[in-house]
C-alpha cells in the first residue's frame, strides 16, 4: 500500500499544530499524530502506545519523506516525537535557512505568541549547528536567504562549500536585505562552487546580491537548468562566459544588475524556454541564440533578437519609455510573433497614434491585457482609448481583454461624434475594464448588447 496518503497528513498535520499551537508542539503534536491511518494497512492500535511504538508504524523511508518536506526548523522540533527520529532529520534533503526557519523561540505576552528579532550572529549561529549536526549526504536544495554583508563572506563560503561537498543540486543564496543593493558579498574567492569538479551536479542555481568574477579555469555547468542572477554585480564578460558553458540551460533571469550593459549569447542555447529581464538600468541589447517559449522583460525599450520567434506563445513586457502600446503591437516586437498567445503590456501612453493599415493579424493571440498610463497638457487630449478596439480587427479570434488605465491628465466626456465604428468581436467572451478613471463607457455599453459575453466587468 502507497505511504504518500499517510505522509501527506502527517506533514499537513504537523505544519497546522506548530502553527496554532506554537507553545505545546510536542504533547499536542503526538497526541493527533496517534489519531492518523497506520501505514501498510494495519490495523489501528485500541490501547495507547508509546512514541516508539506508535513511530515504528512508519517505514524509515517514510519518515525520510515526511521530514523533509518539512521546514528545517520544525523537522528538529520532531525529534522529541522518537529516539528513533532523533538521528533522521540529521539527513534532511531540503535545507532551508533563512530567518523563518532559524528564528528564536517564541515569547508569550499578554496578547499572543510573537518571535523575537533575529540577529545577524544569531542567524550565523544556528545555521553552523544546523550544518554541524548534518551528515552531509543526500541534499538537494539549499537555500541562505537572510540580510547579510560582505564582513560575513567567510561564513557565506563555509555554506556553499557545504553544499558542494554534499553535491547539492539545487543552491540559492539571498543576501538582500531592506536596503537592495547597499553590499555586495564576493562569492568568487572563498568557494568551490565555480570549480572545475562541480559542475556536473548543480541544476538551478540562484544568486541575490552578491559580487561576481568567474575564474579563468571556469568549465561551466554542464547540467544546470534554471540560472537567476538578480542584484548582482557581474560584468557583461562573465555573463556571457556563463551562459555559453551552460548548454541544458532551460530557464534564464537577469534582474536588477546595474552593471549589465549587454545580454549577448551566439553560441546556441537550444534548450533555453523561458528568460525573465528585469530593471538592467544600462542594458541595451539581448541578443541570444535561442527560440523561448515565455519571455517577461520590464525596462527601457531595447532590441530584442531570438534566432528564431516561432515557439513564442506568452510574453509580459513593461516599457518605462514613452511609447504607444498601441503603435507597439502593432510595429514592433509582437509583430514578429507568428503563434503569440497571451500578451500583457504596460505602456505611458503620451499622444496618438496613427495606425497603418496593413494584412497583419494576430491569428493565435487569446488573451490580451492591457496597462495604459495616459499622459497630456491640461484641456488637451492627446490620447484616445477608444483606438484600441482597432485591435478587435488584428486580433479576431481573442477571447479576453483586461484594459486598466491609469490617467495623470484632465479628460473630457464622449461625444457621439467621437465613438469609433469598430463593432466588438463576436469571438470576444471577457471584457475588463479598469482604472482610477474611466472616460466613458456607454459607446461599449450598446455594442455589449450586439454580442455574447461571458464576462464584462468595469
Same mark, same amino acid.
Given at each position: 500500500?502507497?505511504?504518500?496518503?499517510?505522509?501527506?497528513?502527517?506533514?499537513?498535520?504537523?505544519?497546522?499544530?506548530?502553527?496554532?499551537?506554537?507553545?505545546?508542539?510536542?504533547?499536542?503534536?503526538?497526541?493527533?499524530?496517534?489519531?492518523?491511518?497506520?501505514?501498510?494497512?494495519?490495523?489501528?492500535?485500541?490501547?495507547?502506545?508509546?512514541?516508539?511504538?506508535?513511530?515504528?508504524?512508519?517505514?524509515?523511508?517514510?519518515?525520510? +519523506?515526511?521530514?523533509?518536506?518539512?521546514?528545517?526548523?520544525?523537522?528538529?522540533?520532531?525529534?522529541?516525537?522518537?529516539?528513533?527520529?532523533?538521528?533522521?532529520?540529521?539527513?534532511?534533503?531540503?535545507?532551508?535557512?533563512?530567518?523563518?526557519?532559524?528564528?528564536?523561540?517564541?515569547?508569550?505576552?499578554?496578547?499572543?505568541?510573537?518571535?523575537?528579532?533575529?540577529?545577524?550572529?544569531?542567524?550565523?549561529?544556528?545555521?553552523?549547528?544546523?550544518? =554541524? +549536526?548534518?551528515?552531509?549526504?543526500?541534499? +538537494?536544495?539549499?537555500?541562505?536567504?537572510?540580510?547579510?554583508?560582505?564582513?560575513?563572506?567567510?561564513?557565506?563560503?563555509?555554506?556553499?562549500?557545504?553544499?558542494?561537498?554534499?553535491?547539492?543540486?539545487?543552491? /540559492?543564496?539571498?543576501?538582500?536585505?531592506?536596503?537592495?543593493?547597499?553590499?555586495?558579498?564576493?562569492?568568487?574567492?572563498?568557494?568551490?562552487?565555480?570549480?572545475?569538479?562541480?559542475?556536473?551536479?548543480?541544476?538551478?542555481?540562484?544568486?541575490?546580491?552578491?559580487?561576481?568574477?568567474?575564474?579563468?579555469?571556469?568549465?561551466?555547468?554542464?547540467?544546470?537548468?534554471?540560472?537567476?542572477? /538578480?542584484?548582482?554585480?557581474?560584468?557583461?564578460?562573465?555573463? +556571457?562566459?556563463?551562459?555559453?558553458?551552460?548548454?541544458?540551460?532551460?530557464?534564464?533571469?537577469?534582474?536588477?544588475?546595474?552593471?549589465?550593459?549587454?545580454?549577448?549569447?551566439?553560441?546556441?542555447?537550444?534548450?533555453?524556454?523561458?528568460?525573465?529581464?528585469?530593471?538592467?538600468?544600462?542594458?541595451?541589447?539581448?541578443?541570444?541564440?535561442?527560440?523561448?517559449?515565455?519571455?517577461?522583460?520590464?525596462?527601457?525599450?531595447?532590441?530584442?533578437?531570438?534566432?528564431?520567434?516561432?515557439?513564442?506563445?506568452?510574453?509580459?513586457?513593461?516599457?518605462?519609455?514613452?511609447?504607444?502600446?498601441?503603435?507597439?503591437?502593432?510595429?514592433?516586437?509582437?509583430?514578429?510573433?507568428?503563434?503569440?498567445?497571451?500578451?500583457?503590456?504596460?505602456?505611458?501612453? =503620451?499622444?496618438?497614434?496613427?495606425?497603418?493599415?496593413?494584412?497583419?493579424?494576430?491569428?493565435?493571440?487569446?488573451?490580451?491585457?492591457?496597462?495604459?498610463?495616459?499622459?497630456?497638457?491640461?484641456?488637451?487630449?492627446?490620447?484616445?482609448?477608444?483606438?484600441?478596439?482597432?485591435?478587435?480587427?488584428?486580433?479576431?479570434?481573442?477571447?479576453?481583454?483586461?484594459?486598466?488605465?491609469?490617467?495623470?491628465?484632465?479628460?473630457?466626456?464622449?461625444?457621439?461624434?467621437?465613438?469609433?465604428?469598430?463593432?466588438?468581436?463576436?469571438?470576444?467572451?471577457?471584457?475588463?475594464?479598469?482604472?482610477?478613471?474611466?472616460?466613458?463607457?456607454?459607446?461599449?455599453?450598446?455594442?455589449?448588447?450586439? /454580442?455574447?459575453?461571458?464576462?464584462?466587468?468595469?
Amino acid at each position: 500500500m502507497s505511504h504518500e496518503p499517510c505522509i501527506a497528513a502527517a506533514v499537513s498535520l504537523f505544519s497546522r499544530v506548530i502553527e496554532t499551537h506554537p507553545g505545546t508542539f510536542p504533547a499536542t503534536v503526538f497526541a493527533l499524530v496517534r489519531s492518523l491511518p497506520p501505514c501498510r494497512g494495519r490495523a489501528t492500535p485500541e490501547r495507547d502506545y508509546t512514541n516508539d511504538v506508535f513511530v515504528g508504524l512508519f517505514a524509515r523511508k517514510s519518515i525520510h +519523506q515526511i521530514l523533509s518536506r518539512l521546514p528545517i526548523n520544525d523537522a528538529i522540533r520532531t525529534s522529541v516525537l522518537s529516539r528513533k527520529w532523533k538521528y533522521v532529520r540529521c539527513s534532511h534533503t531540503n535545507l532551508t535557512l533563512n530567518k523563518g526557519t532559524m528564528r528564536k523561540p517564541y515569547v508569550k505576552t499578554l496578547i499572543q505568541y510573537r518571535w523575537r528579532w533575529l540577529r545577524d550572529y544569531e542567524f550565523i549561529t544556528r545555521v553552523d549547528a544546523v550544518l =554541524r +549536526q548534518h551528515n552531509g549526504m543526500g541534499v +538537494q536544495r539549499m537555500e541562505i536567504k537572510f540580510r547579510l554583508h560582505s564582513k560575513h563572506a567567510d561564513h557565506i563560503d563555509r555554506w556553499v562549500n557545504f553544499a558542494i561537498a554534499s553535491k547539492t543540486k539545487e543552491i /540559492v543564496v539571498d543576501l538582500s536585505g531592506q536596503d537592495k543593493g547597499s553590499f555586495f558579498t564576493d562569492l568568487s574567492d572563498g568557494t568551490r562552487l565555480f570549480s572545475p569538479n562541480y559542475g556536473s551536479y548543480l541544476r538551478c542555481l540562484e544568486h541575490t546580491t552578491v559580487s561576481l568574477q568567474l575564474p579563468a579555469d571556469f568549465k561551466g555547468f554542464v547540467n544546470l537548468k534554471s540560472l537567476s542572477l /538578480v542584484d548582482m554585480s557581474i560584468t557583461d564578460e562573465d555573463v +556571457q562566459c556563463m551562459l555559453s558553458k551552460c548548454n541544458l540551460l532551460e530557464f534564464l533571469e537577469i534582474s536588477y544588475c546595474r552593471t549589465v550593459t549587454s545580454i549577448r549569447m551566439l553560441y546556441p542555447l537550444d534548450r533555453l524556454k523561458h528568460l525573465v529581464v528585469d530593471i538592467c538600468p544600462i542594458l541595451d541589447e539581448i541578443e541570444l541564440n535561442c527560440s523561448p517559449t515565455t519571455l517577461k522583460y520590464n525596462g527601457d525599450m531595447v532590441p530584442l533578437k531570438f534566432a528564431s520567434t516561432s515557439r513564442l506563445t506568452n510574453i509580459s513586457i513593461l516599457l518605462f519609455t514613452g511609447q504607444s502600446a498601441l503603435s507597439y503591437i502593432v510595429t514592433g516586437f509582437p509583430t514578429t510573433l507568428s503563434r503569440l498567445e497571451t500578451l500583457t503590456l504596460l505602456c505611458k501612453e =503620451r499622444e496618438r497614434t496613427i495606425v497603418p493599415e496593413g494584412p497583419f493579424k494576430f491569428t493565435y493571440l487569446r488573451n490580451l491585457r492591457l496597462e495604459l498610463v495616459f499622459s497630456g497638457h491640461e484641456n488637451m487630449r492627446n490620447t484616445d482609448v477608444l483606438d484600441y478596439a482597432y485591435l478587435l480587427k488584428i486580433a479576431p479570434f481573442m477571447k479576453t481583454l483586461e484594459l486598466s488605465m491609469w490617467m495623470n491628465c484632465r479628460h473630457q466626456p464622449y461625444h457621439e461624434e467621437d465613438e469609433p465604428v469598430t463593432p466588438l468581436s463576436e469571438k470576444l467572451k471577457e471584457l475588463n475594464l479598469g482604472g482610477t478613471q474611466i472616460w466613458n463607457c456607454t459607446a461599449l455599453d450598446r455594442r455589449q448588447k450586439a /454580442v455574447a459575453l461571458d464576462a464584462y466587468n468595469y
